[in-house]
């Protein structure tokens, strides 16, 4: 008996009456003479063509070409009118679908969510567009490549198999540490134009920034440039010695002088220029490239320059306006003995990244012990994008590596769903949270599976021009350069705020030192199982803290409509991200800091804190004692500051945030050509007025709060052993 294969992938009967009933509406339509014997004629042959083929698969499109072929020899006038009438059934069924639906609510603005999913893409312009929706479409063939246990539970929300627009669909890697030292020394290829290594700093910050747009071109993640005072020092020298050449053959007076400020210039000029491209050019991804900058380790003279150009470029701004950029992230290394404290050789430098903080939000800081001590590595090591981190790794003859390493990509577990099914038994939490890891580590193995066989031409900037730090040949697989923990595969995670309140009868985990236990022993955990699948797989598996910019939303979004409106949990419109204090509790910097210590050194994959603060450019102080007491207690912080401003009426402070967005408090002025406003998504900065985060993430922006104190706190005096010279000191006021 034969069976056909609908669309929708079920197996029915085959039935020739469909096939006569439709071949007699086309020649009744087309007028022909006996319609009945033309649906006889043609439906006889189909279904001798079908039981003849009867070893193949038959699907609805093989029996429609069948009737066709047969249309076309026997009535070729009727043929006609059947091609048309399968054509436009065929448009009524692809209208009704929901890829069909996805992108016009894309193309026509109605679809909010696809519009505000990605908070550094405005869809209103052509090539944000083009990669939309060719994620939409991605999303739809995933299904191919995802096992449908693993499909299920991202559907259902579960887990959360991330950037689904780009992998597995096709096999993109996620965010890197390039490979800059080597790529400049050795020269690259760009298409058919060979670069050489730079002469001037000048030429190599503007080959930076063309190898950052090609970079952020061929992965979905971010695009960092790891110790880029260092790197670029070699060029401010050639720069240098270039200058004094032309001081001797002028006979410039002071050449040594004249030499260091023009070379000091044109630093500064180069880091603008790239600052500039950066924030204009768009990657073929649809965005401006992801990218972030760590300096602060270098100690010559010629990297204490690159150093103050990153941060006197950031501090004047972009334009006459002077607005805040959003990218380059900036990340600045903080170390005893190097820029902590006055006396160290690079305290001037820690004092105008303090300034360019309380103006700009960035940068960020690292403490290079604490990061030593998680990552076991000699080097302190780079976030990748915006929290993303590697471990120690090192290759064949013993060197540490860490420039041209990356990671394969996140899968995240919705951990306040497996808090309300347990129902308040820690026993039970487990063993759910046992089962999801089970479906989490293979969606993250089909990841990996994905690059199997792909070969380096896929990705030339990557893997055969350098920035990977190797250089393959076009035809050799990319999967070896991954192997045995080269590269990170993260397994996320967020809410567990939410947890501590659905895990006891509402109590808030600050307050309560058996909650942040328990929450404690589920991260704990979580790393444990990570790092077992680490020595069970050998590949790189680490705990990632997700920063859950859409997924604080899709997680709500999803537990609300399944299990109804709970109390600060579903009923907020979004999930708290991963570890973080929930946003509206009143404490201060210090408390907030405290209560977040810890959680890092089990997420090694990744990990932030950060604190509200008000205006501090008048209390650098302050905020220098923020920075001092959190080096010591949590390895990567951030603070956020007012940075906002009016082009209207000249406003400078903080933006009002509303369900609507965000106006000026001034003059009322909503409008994102002229309103700049710049807020911390989650790791990284986003530019919210001209493009919208999306509805959960908005309602989390409007309850954040300010963390104000007066002092730190007694208890746990701020770095107190590092600072022996201000340990009796007055803590300087805050707020």
Known sequence: MLQVLKRDGTAAQFDILKVAVACQKAATAAGAENPSSVALNVAAEVEERCRRNSGDVLDIPTIQQYVEDALMRLHPEVARIYIEYRHDRDNIRVKGSNLHAQLMGLVDKTDEEAVTENANKDANVFPVMRDLMAGIVSKQFASNFIPKEVLHAHNSGDLHFHDMDYSPFLPFTNCCLVDLEGMLE??????????????????????TAQIIAQVASHQYGGTTIPNIDQTLAPYVQKTYEKNMEVARQYGIAEPERYARERTEKETYDGIQACEYEINTLFSSNGQQPFVTFSFGMGTSWQERAVQRAILQVRIKGMGKEGI?????????????????????PNYDIKQLALECASKRMYPDIISAKLNRQLTGS?????????????????DEDGREVLDGRNNLGVVSINLPRIAIEARQDQKRFFEILDERLVLARKALMTRIERLEGVKANIAPILYTEGAFGVRLNPDEEILTLFRDGRASISLGYIGLHEVALLMSDGEHPFENEALQAFLRKVVSHLAMTTKQWKIESGWGFSLYSTPSESLCHRFCKLDAARYGDIAGVTDKGYYTNSFHLDVAR???????IQYEKGFADAASGGHITYVELPNMRHNLKALERIWDYAIDRVPYFGTNTPVDSCGKCGFMGEALATAEGFTCPDCGNHDGASLSVTRRVCGYLGSPNARPFNAGKQKEVIRRVKHLAAQAPEAAPAAASTHPDRSTEPEPQVA
């Open 186 to 207: 050795q020269g690259f290829h760009l298409g058919n134009a060979g670069i050489e290594s730079p002469r001037s700093v000048g030429v190599a910050c503007a080959v």
């Open 324 to 344: 805040t950029p959003v990218f380059p992230k900036l990340v600045f290394f903080i170390e005893e003995g190097l820029n902590l404290q006055p006396g160290d």
């Open 378 to 394: 000699s080097t302190p090591v780079s976030p990748m994008g915006c929290r993303s981190f590697l471990s120690v790794w090192r």
């Open 586 to 592: 009143k404490v201060n910097p210090f408390e907030k």
